[in-house]
């Protein structure tokens, strides 16, 4: 175990300057007015070659604070004609569209440095980018003249490491920045990061200093045992340590919930949506520029599509399913100045460096604490400014969510990441790319996963039942007496194209009559497409020509009211601490209305809501607590049969989340299934569950 130390102490400014090279020191001084705490607390850490885990809030300075160092020691480099054709260090990031953001960020200064502060003689500083948008022209030219500072994804650093060619290039590298961590950790793709990054391991010359960033989290010592578990300083013995540098000050936030209708719980889904869309478009005229957060691409396009008669062109959509140079265009767009306003689902949450954006809309809850304070944080996203964010609910239900998240976060509380291990689907896939190669040792490759955080307590025996399930499939040969394993004929096209964990979507691409990408469309949306149907993609609409295997060809029309695509995969559930936050609501305004006490009171005054979201809450809660006399809370579910029908159906309300109510009814449905009775339907949300069966059944 790594002995981890909270940093408590912060140098002054002159001091930390004086640590920096001259071209460093007088460029810093030039652009900025000062260090930020961060830096101040984290930098010196840095620079005597610490692992560091950097936990901050955002705009805080987190990247520089991490990059400073690097860009310094190659700067000096570059004076001393030192700098050679290596990677020395790898930035990761857990998408694209931050990717793309960091890169420009570092060329803009490296390039500034160059041509003010360092003498013709100095070396130039390469900035590489290599993710799934990367051409394979510029991943060849990678290899023949590498990049100093190398900006990567988890999946494409697994490709790269994976290579016999690029191997070479990473042996010596210096310095590992993991950014976003918070997003990474907690899910499947963070496992197979750790897997690569102890395989990484195994290719290094010398250990790796690294460097993780996120916002606020918590646990922050499992986050910093992930961060270096497969550093190898203990076995050479050597104290295996890690700072932690927390900057726990919170950031003033500009928080409201707008309700845009007086009888809003009385309205429809599409009226209701028709008044967002108005004060969308108000708050837009009102603000520099706005980032508009919707919880799904579809909801992105029809946002879109019923904001463009308010703005023109100076809106326009960003997701995943937008072809990557439409993305770009947008993202350039955007830093230029040239949209008002730009609605998104999750691709522009993180990290992205736009400092005109001065407001945020979310549209319906975004289902968890950290991803609301990431979103917040996209406005006002530099040093001393101020997060502004408005949430638009989108029935009484979100409404109640949403008031629960603003108390959460104005409190204080904090999602509490959750870590995956021993995933046997991972492993697999990682086992099979370790010997794309070459044939390896049994127990060499053990070693190997174990090293890595996510599979630390993996046993043996489980790790021979997957070669011996690889085996089985005639994904890898395995000689039992020699000890060894190795590759079949066609695993290395296997491994390359399902590598990572990120569920296939099984898209078709979308092409305009020029034979330019706009985008992709999963296969369920297809299906249903018929030649002449017009859809909507990135705000435009298209007539579909054609659809030729997995193309669908498509020409540019107006006037004609769109099909709005939608895309598998885009469920949420929420989280564990915000259903806690809704429970506590709930629970504090049902204890109201037993005293007698008006809840108005409670939400106006504990939870500082406006009077119309006040007023609606509370008589949302008055007539379920007159009806029933009971609420779920933290101890208690309520269950109810629902009288009539030709089945007898139980409605289960846990206000839990969507998980633990799938998990919930999956138990019942098991229960149901022992003693005979089948279950025609089943049903989940956030606030609980739908269950139907054959014949009557004791809810207890």
């Given at each position: 175990?790594?002995?981890?130390?909270?940093?408590?102490?912060?140098?002054?400014?002159?001091?930390?300057?004086?640590?920096?090279?001259?071209?460093?020191?007088?460029?810093?001084?030039?652009?900025?007015?000062?260090?930020?705490?961060?830096?101040?607390?984290?930098?010196?850490?840095?620079?005597?070659?610490?692992?560091?885990?950097?936990?901050?809030?955002?705009?805080?300075?987190?990247?520089?604070?991490?990059?400073?160092?690097?860009?310094?020691?190659?700067?000096?480099?570059?004076?001393?004609?030192?700098?050679?054709?290596?990677?020395?260090?790898?930035?990761?990031?857990?998408?694209?569209?931050?990717?793309?953001?960091?890169?420009?960020?570092?060329?803009?200064?490296?390039?500034?440095?160059?041509?003010?502060?360092?003498?013709?003689?100095?070396?130039?500083?390469?900035?590489?980018?290599?993710?799934?948008?990367?051409?394979?022209?510029?991943?060849?030219?990678?290899?023949?003249?590498?990049?100093?500072?190398?900006?990567?994804?988890?999946?494409?650093?697994?490709?790269?490491?994976?290579?016999?060619?690029?191997?070479?290039?990473?042996?010596?590298?210096?310095?590992?920045?993991?950014?976003?961590?918070?997003?990474?950790?907690?899910?499947?793709?963070?496992?197979?990061?750790?897997?690569?990054?102890?395989?990484?391991?195994?290719?290094?010359?010398?250990?790796?200093?690294?460097?993780?960033?996120?916002?606020?989290?918590?646990?922050?010592?499992?986050?910093?045992?992930?961060?270096?578990?497969?550093?190898?300083?203990?076995?050479?013995?050597?104290?295996?340590?890690?700072?932690?540098?927390?900057?726990?000050?919170?950031?003033?936030?500009?928080?409201?919930?707008?309700?845009?209708?007086?009888?809003?719980?009385?309205?429809?889904?599409?009226?209701?949506?028709?008044?967002?869309?108005?004060?969308?478009?108000?708050?837009?005229?009102?603000?520099t520029t706005t980032l508009v957060f919707a919880n799904?691409?579809?909801?992105?396009?029809?946002?879109?599509?019923?904001?463009?008669?308010?703005?023109?062109?100076?809106?326009?959509?960003?997701?995943?399913?937008?072809?990557?140079?439409?993305?770009?265009?947008?993202?350039?767009?955007?830093?230029?100045?040239?949209?008002?306003?730009?609605?998104?689902?999750?691709?522009?949450?993180?990290?992205?460096?736009?400092?005109?954006?001065?407001?945020?809309?979310?549209?319906?809850?975004?289902?968890?604490?950290?991803?609301?304070?990431?979103?917040?944080?996209?406005?006002?996203?530099?040093?001393?400014?101020?997060?502004?964010?408005?949430?638009?609910?989108?029935?009484?239900?979100?409404?109640?969510?949403?008031?629960?998240?603003?108390?959460?976060?104005?409190?204080?509380?904090?999602?509490?990441?959750?870590?995956?291990?021993?995933?046997?689907?991972?492993?697999?896939?990682?086992?099979?790319?370790?010997?794309?190669?070459?044939?390896?040792?049994?127990?060499?490759?053990?070693?190997?996963?174990?090293?890595?955080?996510?599979?630390?307590?993996?046993?043996?025996?489980?790790?021979?039942?997957?070669?011996?399930?690889?085996?089985?499939?005639?994904?890898?040969?395995?000689?039992?007496?020699?000890?060894?394993?190795?590759?079949?004929?066609?695993?290395?096209?296997i491994y390359y194209t399902n590598i990572g964990t990120?569920?296939?979507?099984?898209?078709?691409?979308?092409?305009?009559?020029?034979?330019?990408?706009?985008?992709?469309?999963?296969?369920?949306?297809?299906?249903?497409?018929?030649?002449?149907?017009?859809?909507?993609?990135?705000?435009?609409?298209?007539?579909?020509?054609?659809?030729?295997?997995?193309?669908?060809?498509?020409?540019?029309?107006?006037?004609?009211?769109?099909?709005?695509?939608?895309?598998?995969?885009?469920?949420?559930?929420?989280?564990?601490?915000?259903?806690?936050?809704?429970?506590?609501?709930?629970?504090?305004?049902?204890?109201?209305?037993?005293?007698?006490?008006?809840?108005?009171?409670?939400?106006?005054?504990?939870?500082?809501?406006?009077?119309?979201?006040?007023?609606?809450?509370?008589?949302?809660?008055?007539?379920?607590?007159?009806?029933?006399?009971?609420?779920?809370?933290?101890?208690?579910?309520?269950?109810?049969?629902?009288?009539?029908?030709?089945?007898?159906?139980?409605?289960?309300?846990?206000?839990?989340?969507?998980?633990?109510?799938?998990?919930?009814?999956?138990?019942?449905?098991?229960?149901?299934?022992?003693?005979?009775?089948?279950?025609?339907?089943?049903?989940?949300?956030?606030?609980?569950?739908?269950?139907?069966?054959?014949?009557?059944?004791?809810?207890?």
């Open positions: 175990m790594p002995e981890i130390t909270y940093l408590d102490s912060f140098d002054d400014t002159d001091a930390l300057a004086a640590r920096l090279s001259e071209p460093v020191r007088r460029w810093f001084l030039d652009t900025f007015p000062d260090f930020t705490d961060p830096q101040k607390m984290a930098i010196p850490a840095i620079m005597e070659g610490e692992h560091l885990l950097l936990c901050s809030p955002t705009g805080s300075g987190k990247t520089l604070t991490a990059f400073l160092t690097v860009i310094d020691d190659l700067v000096r480099k570059a004076l001393d004609g030192s700098l050679k054709d290596q990677v020395y260090c790898i930035y990761i990031s857990p998408i694209k569209a931050l990717a793309n953001d960091i890169e420009r960020n570092l060329l803009g200064p490296l390039a500034e440095i160059k041509e003010r502060y360092l003498p013709d003689r100095a070396k130039e500083i390469r900035v590489g980018l290599r993710t799934g948008d990367t051409s394979q022209s510029d991943r060849q030219k990678m290899l023949r003249k590498p990049p100093h500072i190398l900006i990567t994804t988890p999946e494409s650093m697994a490709i790269a490491v994976g290579s016999s060619r690029f191997q070479p290039i990473v042996s010596r590298v210096k310095w590992m920045i993991i950014d976003e961590l918070h997003s990474l950790v907690p899910t499947k793709r963070g496992v197979h990061l750790s897997l690569t990054l102890s395989f990484l391991d195994t290719l290094l010359k010398d250990p790796v200093q690294r460097i993780g960033i996120s916002a606020t989290m918590e646990p922050l010592d499992t986050v910093a045992e992930y961060l270096v578990a497969s550093d190898d300083r203990e076995s050479r013995g050597e104290d295996q340590r890690i700072m932690v540098a927390k900057i726990s000050g919170s950031r003033e936030l500009d928080l409201d919930i707008l309700i845009t209708h007086p009888r809003f719980a009385d309205r429809s889904v599409a009226q209701t949506l028709e008044a967002n869309v108005e004060a969308i478009a108000d708050l837009i005229s009102a603000h799904t691409r579809k909801m992105t396009e029809t946002l879109v599509q019923r904001l463009r008669p308010f703005l023109g062109e100076l809106i326009a959509g960003h997701h995943g399913s937008m072809d990557k140079n439409i993305r770009l265009e947008v993202e350039r767009k955007l830093k230029l100045g040239h949209l008002r306003a730009v609605v998104t689902s999750s691709s522009l949450e993180m990290g992205i460096d736009i400092g005109s954006v001065d407001l945020v809309v979310q549209v319906g809850s975004p289902g968890d604490i950290a991803t609301a304070l990431q979103r917040i944080g996209r406005a006002g996203h530099h040093v001393g400014g101020i997060p502004r964010a408005r949430f638009l609910p989108s029935s009484v239900d979100d409404l109640l969510e949403l008031a629960a998240l603003q108390a959460a976060i104005q409190t204080g509380d904090m999602d509490r990441l959750s870590f995956p291990q021993n995933c046997l689907d991972v492993v697999a896939q990682f086992l099979i790319g370790l010997v794309i190669n070459e044939e390896l040792d049994i127990d060499e490759a053990y070693e190997i996963v174990v090293n890595a955080w996510s599979y630390r307590n993996f046993a043996y025996d489980d790790f021979i039942e997957v070669l011996d399930l690889l085996e089985d499939e005639r994904r890898i040969w395995v000689d039992w007496e020699e000890n060894t394993f190795g590759k079949r004929g066609y695993s290395r096209m990120i569920a296939p979507d099984n898209s078709y691409l979308v092409f305009n009559a020029e034979g330019s990408i706009l985008g992709k469309l999963s296969s369920s949306f297809v299906a249903s497409l018929r030649t002449s149907d017009v859809i909507l993609l990135g705000g435009s609409t298209y007539r579909v020509n054609n659809i030729q295997g997995t193309r669908v060809n498509v020409s540019n029309v107006t006037g004609y009211r769109p099909t709005v695509p939608s895309w598998s995969g885009e469920a949420r559930s929420r989280s564990a601490e915000l259903s806690s936050s809704l429970l506590d609501l709930i629970g504090r305004c049902t204890v109201a209305l037993r005293r007698e006490v008006d809840p108005r009171t409670v939400l106006s005054e504990a939870y500082s809501l406006g009077r119309d979201s006040a007023e609606i809450i509370a008589r949302h809660l008055e007539e379920h607590v007159l009806t029933t006399f009971q609420v779920p809370d933290k101890d208690r579910i309520l269950v109810e049969q629902i009288v009539g029908g030709a089945h007898p159906t139980y409605l289960v309300t846990t206000c839990r989340g969507r998980g633990f109510n799938t998990a919930l009814g999956y138990f019942m449905a098991g229960l149901a299934e022992r003693a005979s009775i089948p279950v025609i339907e089943m049903s989940f949300d956030e606030n609980g569950l739908l269950l139907k069966t054959a014949q009557d059944v004791d809810p207890g």
